[in-house]
């Protein structure tokens, strides 16, 4: 009876070995494979025609910590993934309680409205803000009209802000319509029986419950703002140095090409990024205790 049930562990391990091998390999070949040549090329250099020498060294480091190109670059990619996150929240809170507080019958709409984005390739939507935002645009037209006159909308930082918020708020607004719409809604009337006004019910009661929704949200908007560079290229006209337009620019553009800096630059990239996310998950979790 063991060597039965021992055959059948035997079988039963092998069937699952093989049922995520395939994810394992995908994982392997497309996600740790190329992460561990990234880390590799950060510590190589290049020569005068662009080509990686393989002889390690921390130059390129000491480049990154020791010019203010690039340490203004980091800092200015993490403001700007800060704010176009707390923006998002601001306007994707009120919008997911609006959501979860309409008729059913209305929810999916919503929801739809909220995805049909997703149905167009998202550069041809920043395309269409370039468009909108450009001296000849929309918006321009309107403040002519009104007397305000035209004003310089494209390639600005605001433009970038502007594409960023409009690209990542439906991130944020989903998984927090997810945590709302499980709220009971009926502990705000008991807080409000208890003397809590609104603000304190909100603050004390609904939002600690949905905190797991605001923080998957956070995670989702940030993570893909700092590395970003397409909506910078587009609509800031690539005026200022984000983090990752210097990727992009030492992987594509640079004369001479330089893999191993832009290596570096993307290895403390994703350094950054897994402390700001180990702090934030450190702080919310303190927090609900």
């Not at 306007?91 to 409205?113: C, E, H, K, T």
């Not at 001296?135 to 007397?147: A, V």
């Not at 003397?195 to 998957?216: C, E, I, K, S, Y």
């Amino acid at each position: 009876m063991a060597t039965l049930q021992q055959q059948q562990q035997r079988r039963d391990r092998l069937r699952l070995a093989l049922l995520l091998s395939p994810g394992f390999l995908w994982l392997l070949l497309f996600f740790a494979l190329p992460l561990v040549i990234i880390v590799v090329y950060s510590f190589m250099t290049n020569d005068a025609l662009g080509r990686v020498v393989y002889q390690p060294t921390l130059d390129n480091y000491i480049t990154i910590f020791t010019q203010s190109l690039y340490i203004n670059a980091y800092w200015r990619s993490i403001w700007t993934s800060v704010l176009t996150t707390v923006i998002c929240l601001l306007i994707g809170y009120p919008l997911a309680v609006f959501i979860a507080r309409s008729p059913q019958q209305w929810r999916m709409p919503l929801l739809m409205l909220i995805l049909i984005p997703f149905w167009t390739n998202f550069l041809v939507r920043i395309y269409a803000w370039q468009i909108i935002l450009s001296n000849n645009g929309i918006i321009n037209s309107i403040l002519e009209l009104i007397g305000v006159g035209r004003l310089p909308l494209l390639n600005t930082e605001g433009a970038t802000l502007i594409g960023l918020i409009y690209g990542e708020l439906p991130f944020m607004v989903l998984p927090l319509y997810a945590a709302i719409d499980r709220f009971d809604f009926t502990l705000m009337e008991a807080a409000a029986d208890l003397g809590a006004n609104r603000v304190q019910a909100f603050l004390r009661v609904m939002l600690p419950m949905t905190m797991p929704g605001v923080v998957a949200g956070s995670v989702l908007v940030f993570i893909p703002t700092l590395g970003q560079f397409v909506v910078s290229e587009l609509l800031g006209g690539a005026k200022v140095d984000y983090l990752g337009n210097l990727i992009q620019r030492f992987f594509l553009r640079a004369n001479p090409i330089n893999w191993p800096l832009g290596s570096a630059l993307a290895v403390l990239m994703m350094l950054v990024l897994l402390v700001l996310i180990m702090m934030y998950f450190r702080v919310t979790t303190e927090e609900e205790r």
